[in-house]
């Protein structure tokens, strides 16, 4: 055997040897429930199948057994994560609101887990009775003796009915049968653990704006799919006040949330997958070249028409959802942390709360009792890590990830006498030693982020999610009293050798 | 066997050729112009049977089994929308507004035709997009027509849009002659 042969074989053990390594074997499994109406269920697209013991209008695009895949199917095809290994997918055609705790259960049954890692969905248009309008846009009574032609709501009704969905207005007899999405994304979080991700999809348009129809459409028969082409502006208008109005739901939502750990993510599909630009070749909605939604004829040919088809996404528009979002997912909703083993192996309050640490907030080293510093006098001021924060959420986080590996990071409260200053954040390794800290207020460019500081004891918040601690607090605008500080912000640090860097700050406004 | 299917069709057709007559009179006064060249009043010519609402040019091309789908079913299971466009027709040919007897006439075309939704219904298997379109909008403007009857307001379109269903209904019927026409001619 020769030198060569032998370094050879010693590489390929080696390979063995690191490819057998549990690097990820202690990874959570991670639990994704898509839930929805049938803009998730994947209605538009011939095939589906109809769950047993569903509602009979239910049809779910969900891959089994036939080729028909909703864009939740194929995010999670797209994305190949191995870690995603619990799944489950209950949208339902003509669901509202209210429907989601059914199918949030029925979730939970088929995926076997009671909460999840990972809620997708869209929500909202069925509330606001969105579908019967557009039917009643095409005119299809059953008698000639009774006539309205166009659409039988106007805006101003459709618009109500938006701010009922959103709780802005109290629902009308009639009008709305849902709860509100606030309390729907309240219920939705109550079961998505910590480090997890509600994403919210919006709708598409289903029509494509008049002035760009082609000239035969625009000037001759003024009309898209039985929709006359005067109720055209009315059904994007509403359609672009239900997606806005949804987006600022989710970003509520996330503020409320966030600092529990549950991110929300409002996902724009109308600009971002159906009309992502103004070349016709970007444009999908019915009467473009190229529509990703069906008409009303779909799945006549093949005898698989049902209406309920009509004016939804076909597999085309869903495919090009699943990859859109699952490029997203890929990096931006913290896979990584979802999948962290609970097991951890920083340092426990037990460990930490008597350790010695450096001068901080002006006070000379110490070494702490129960986590305070008792050698100061009342006018000295006080430090105090704060392993439960004001609002009840935990001060402090185990196994947030460093190269000296899992650190313990317990958000600190100090003064120097007087009021108290804004929060810091300490950080603690092996079997309780001081690592490092950062202070939000000097150690922070807050200017750059067109804020002024961090409240004083504002941090509501602390998690981790992937590498990187996640930090939320209030935080002050130029003109806020100090006492009053009238925004928030999310700060994202990592733990690097000695010390900690600052990724990101960004004044909270949601997603 | 094509040869009965066609001569239904032509001979619907014949039978309406003053009506498409009218309806190029009733184009070239009231249809909106278009920017782009398609409006039916700057491309409308008239000939002793057919019409042309849109420069041929301008619309997608004709699927030759798509065609013979279409015109096969219009002479079959489809006929009744026949019906409805001879019966938009007959209430557009004027190009005004309808008086109480030119309303019952439609009224009574039209539920021998079939309800707005079996109409509805019948459209959907055809399979050209121009013939499906403009059937959908012939349907909608015996909607709007039946609608201003029954309002009792004849001379004020009773639809919540701007759109006259005289002119709309009468461009819609004829450019589905026209794509019949070009259908049955190959293209």
């Known amino acids: 055997m020769t030198l060569r042969a032998v370094g050879a074989i010693t590489a390929v053990l080696l390979a063995l040897l690191v490819s057998a390594a549990p690097a990820g074997a202690q990874d959570q499994p991670i639990t994704w429930w898509a839930l929805g109406d049938s803009y998730s269920s994947g209605e538009g697209i011939s095939g589906t199948e109809r769950p047993s013991g569903g509602k009979p209008e239910c049809a779910r695009a969900s891959g089994h057994n036939t080729g028909a895949k909703a864009w939740a199917v194929l995010a999670r095809e797209t994305l190949a994560e191995p870690r995603i290994s619990s799944w489950a997918f209950t949208p339902c055609t003509g669901a509202i609101s209210s429907d989601v705790e059914g199918q949030m259960n029925e979730a939970a049954a088929a995926s076997a887990h009671a909460s999840a890692d990972i809620v997708t969905l869209s929500m909202g248009g069925n509330d606001i009775l969105f579908g019967d309008v557009v039917r ?36 009308e007899e009639g009008q709305y049968t849902g709860i509100t999405l606030p309390t729907l994304y309240d219920d939705i979080a109550a079961r998505v653990r910590s480090g997890g991700a509600v994403v919210v999809l919006g709708y598409p348009q289903i029509i494509e704006e008049v002035s760009r129809w082609d000239g035969w459409r625009r000037n ?292 | 066997m094509n040869p009965p299917r066609v001569s239904v069709l032509r001979g619907r057709r014949v039978a309406l050729q003053v009506a ?46 798509a065609a013979n789908a279409d015109l096969e079913y219009l002479d079959g299971g489809g006929a009744a929308l026949l019906s409805m466009v001879d019966a938009v027709e007959r209430a557009t040919v004027s190009g005004a507004a309808l008086d109480d007897a030119a309303c019952t006439s439609l009224f009574d075309q039209l539920t021998a035709a079939g309800s707005p939704e079996e109409l509805a219904a019948l459209i959907r298997p055809i399979v050209d997009e121009v013939s499906r379109s403009s059937l959908e909008a012939t349907r909608s403007a015996a909607v709007s027509l039946v609608a201003t009857c029954q309002s009792g307001d004849v001379h004020t379109p009773a639809s919540s849009g701007p759109e006259d269903a005289v002119a709309q209904g009468g461009r819609a019927a004829g450019l589905f002659r026209q794509r019949v026409s070009q259908m049955e001619e190959g293209g």
Not at chain 1, 150 to 159: F, K, M, S
Not at chain 1, 266 to 281: F, H, K, L, N, Q
Not at chain 2, 42 to 65: K, N, Q, R
Request: hydrophobic share 35%; proline share 6%; aromatic share 8%.
């Open chain 1, 136 to 171: 009643s846009c095409i005119d299809l009574e059953v008698s000639w003796s009774s006539i309205s032609p166009g659409c039988n709501v106007g805006e101003a009704t459709l618009r109500r009915r938006i701010e009922m969905l959103v709780g802005a207005t109290p629902a």
């Open chain 1, 220 to 511: 001759v028969i003024a009309n898209c799919e039985g929709v006359q082409s005067y109720d055209v502006g009315m059904l994007r208008s509403v359609a672009g006040y239900l997606n806005e109005q949804i987006a600022f739901a989710v970003q509520a939502a996330d503020r409320r949330w966030s600092p529990k750990g549950i991110r929300f993510y409002w996902r724009d599909i109308a600009s971002g997958v159906y009309e992502t630009g103004d070349d016709p070749a970007q444009r999908h909605a019915l009467c473009t070249e190229d529509p990703w939604l069906n008409g009303t004829s779909v799945g006549v040919t093949s005898g698989d028409w049902r209406y309920q088809r009509s004016f939804h996404p076909m597999q085309v528009g869903h495919r090009a959802t699943g990859t859109w979002l699952s490029n997203w997912m890929r990096t931006d909703i913290g896979l990584d942390q979802m999948a962290r083993p609970q097991e951890l192996t920083s340092p426990s309050w037990d460990q930490l709360k008597n350790a010695a640490i450096p001068e901080m907030c002006t006070h000379p080293p110490t070494t702490l009792v129960d986590g305070k510093d008792v050698s100061l006098t009342p006018f000295q001021g006080y430090f105090e890590l704060l392993r439960t924060l004001p609002n009840g959420q935990p001060g402090l986080v185990q196994g947030v990830p460093s190269d000296a590996g899992p650190l313990t990071a317990v958000v600190v409260s100090c003064n120097a006498g007087g009021v108290g200053w804004p929060d810091q954040v300490m950080f603690f390794k092996g079997q309780g030693e001081y690592h490092a800290h950062i202070d939000l207020y000097e150690g922070v460019d807050w200017e750059a982020a067109g804020m002024y500081a961090p409240g004083r004891n504002g941090i509501e918040g602390v998690w981790v999610r992937g590498a990187e601690l996640e930090v939320y607090t209030t935080a002050e605008l130029y003109n806020d009293m100090a006492c009053c500080p009238s925004s928030a912000a999310l700060l994202r640090m990592r733990a690097e050798g000695d010390g900690v860097r600052i990724t990101s700050l960004e004044e909270d406004i949601g997603d």
């Open chain 2, 20 to 65: 498409s007559m009218g309806t190029v009179l009733m184009v070239a006064l009231g249809a909106c112009s278009g920017d782009d060249g398609s409006a039916p009043s700057s491309t409308s010519t008239a000939s002793s049977t057919t019409t042309t609402i849109v420069d041929p040019a301008e619309l997608p091309d004709v699927d030759a089994a």
